[in-house]
T-cell receptor, first 112, second 109 residues
Framework: DAEITQSPRHKITETGRQVTLACHQT?????MFWYRQDLGHGLRLIHY???????NKGEVSDGYSVSRSNTEDLPLTLESAASSQTSVYFC???????????FGQGTRLTVV | GQQVMQIPQYQHVQEGEDFTTYCNSS?????IQWYKQRPGGHPVFLIQ?????EVKKQKRLTFQFGEAKKNSSLHITATQTTDVGTYFC?????????FGKGTTLSVSS
């Protein structure tokens, strides 16, 4: 069955380190998204992509980057992790604009 | 930027009571989607509304999209303990989904 998977599920890292969170989907969806979820803030959009080599900034993109070299993967990189980036990160994918989004299981990141 | 506001933030009900969450956008939406996230889980798609004034039902859940396509509501009739979770609306202006902060529903039996 098609799916979307995130790895790792949990990670602890130190302030200043570079961290990459993986997202892989097997639906062949063009659209992929990264959100962070924090108590009291809901789901906030970090970056999104409409296809290979396309990336766009969301509402909270500072300190994060993404690259889309193929349809299946959209890794999220924290260039220099900060404690403010401690959060739960969700990746999602969708067939097109205005269609249902499928979410991964999430990655809980702690920056110490 | 686009804002999607959702109220209330939290709601506790007794099992069997009704529950409603409201979603308002600062701009007209092309469509609105609703998601449910169980505690410790990930958001799962419930429904999408596209037409002005649209009403859709899923068993005990009723979803409405406002005439101006700026607001929406989710109503649950006779809540059950299985309804526990956070309900999110997400607005789509043709770019990416922008989520409200969600309404967390707790139900006591």
């Amino acid at each position: 069955d098609a799916e979307i998977t995130q790895s790792p599920r949990h990670k602890i890292t130190e302030t200043g380190r570079q961290v990459t969170l993986a997202c892989h989907q097997t639906w062949n969806h063009n659209n992929m998204f990264w959100y962070r979820q924090d108590l009291g803030h809901g789901l906030r959009l970090i970056h999104y992509s409409y296809g290979v080599h396309d990336t766009n900034k969301g509402e909270v993109s500072d300190g994060y980057s993404v690259s889309r070299s193929n349809t299946e993967d959209l890794p999220l990189t924290l260039e220099s992790a900060a404690s403010s980036q401690t959060s739960v990160y969700f990746c999602a994918s969708g067939q097109g604009v205005g269609t249902e989004a499928f979410f991964g299981q999430g990655t809980r990141l702690t920056v110490v | 930027g686009q804002q999607v506001m959702q109220i209330p933030q939290y709601q506790h009900v007794q099992e069997g009571e009704d529950f409603t969450t409201y979603c308002n956008s600062s701009t007209t939406l092309s469509n609105i989607q609703w998601y449910k996230q169980r505690p410790g889980g990930h958001p799962v798609f419930l429904i999408q509304l596209v037409k002005s004034g649209e009403v859709k039902k899923q068993k005990r859940l009723t979803f409405q999209f406002g005439e101006a396509k700026k607001n929406s509501s989710l109503h649950i009739t006779a809540t059950q303990t299985t309804d526990v979770g956070t309900y999110f609306c997400a607005g789509d202006r043709g770019t990416a989904l922008i989520f409200g902060k969600g309404t967390t529903l707790s139900v006591s039996s």
